[in-house]
C-alpha cells in the first residue's frame, strides 16, 4: 500500500482546534458524521476492548442545557483570561478563541461526547489504559473531519459537571466522558502547520534530557 506522503503530511500537521472558524450555519448530515465515526473506531484499543461509545447530540434544548453546564463549570474562567491576556500574543488568541467557543457552543450544528466503558481505577496504570482507549479514537475521527472539511475542538471543561452531564444524557456510573467535541464544516480550509518547538529540544535518548541530536 502507497499512501501519498504529502497529503498525509499535511493532514497530520494542519488539523487544529477549529473554534472561531466553525460554520455554525451550515448543517452536518447524518452520513458523514457516521463515516467519520466508522474511521474512528478503526483505532487501536486497550486490549482490543473496543470500549468506545458516541453520544451525538443534535436535540436544541440538550445543546443548550450542554452549553449552560460547560460555561458553569469554565465559562468565567475562560473570559477572564482572555480579558486578562496581552492583546495579540499567542495565548491571548487561544483564550478569546476558547471564549468564543464557550459563547456559541449551543450554537454548534452537532456536539459529540466521545466516552469509553469503565471507570479510571487507583492503580497507576489503570487511568491512562482506560483513556488509551479512547483518545486515539478522539483524534482518528478529528482527523477523518479535517479530510471532509469539517472541523472540531477537543474539549473537557463540561467534565466540571461531569454527574449533570451523566444525568441530562442518561450515562451510565459506569461509562467515563473523555471530553466534548462540537462538530461543525469549517469556514474555509486553509488551515496552516502550528509553530512548534524543534523536536530534537523536546526528545531525548536514553534519560531525561539526554539530547537525541
Not at 25 to 39: A, G, I, K, T, W
Not at 56 to 65: G, I, W
Not at 76 to 86: F, I, M, N, T, V
Not at 182 to 193: E, L, N, R, S, W
Amino acid at each position: 500500500m502507497e499512501f501519498d506522503l504529502a497529503q498525509v503530511d499535511a493532514l497530520l500537521s494542519t488539523t487544529r482546534s477549529v473554534r472561531k472558524r466553525l460554520d455554525l450555519e451550515r448543517p452536518v448530515p447524518d452520513d458523514v458524521l457516521l463515516e467519520c465515526l466508522q474511521l474512528a473506531i478503526q483505532a487501536p484499543t486497550g486490549s482490543n476492548t473496543q470500549g468506545w461509545r458516541w453520544l451525538v447530540v443534535r436535540d436544541q434544548a440538550k445543546k443548550d442545557e450542554l452549553a449552560r453546564l460547560y460555561n458553569d463549570a469554565g465559562g468565567d474562567y475562560l473570559r477572564g483570561a482572555a480579558a486578562k491576556a496581552e492583546a495579540g500574543s499567542q495565548i491571548g488568541r487561544v483564550m478569546g478563541s476558547a471564549a468564543y467557543l464557550a459563547d456559541n457552543m449551543a450554537r454548534a450544528p452537532v456536539l459529540v461526547i466521545p466516552c469509553v466503558l469503565g471507570r479510571p481505577g487507583s492503580k497507576g496504570w489503570d487511568p491512562a489504559a482506560l483513556y488509551g482507549s479512547v483518545i486515539p479514537a478522539m483524534w482518528s475521527f478529528q482527523l477523518a473531519l479535517r479530510s471532509r472539511g469539517l472541523g472540531s475542538c477537543l474539549t473537557t471543561v463540561h467534565l466540571g459537571r461531569e454527574e449533570e452531564t451523566k444525568a441530562l444524557l442518561g450515562i451510565p456510573d459506569n461509562v467515563t466522558q473523555a471530553g466534548l467535541l462540537p462538530v461543525a464544516y469549517t469556514k474555509g480550509t486553509d488551515f496552516k502547520a502550528a509553530v512548534r518547538r524543534p523536536v530534537a529540544e523536546v526528545t531525548y535518548l536514553d534519560a531525561w534530557k539526554q539530547p537525541i541530536g
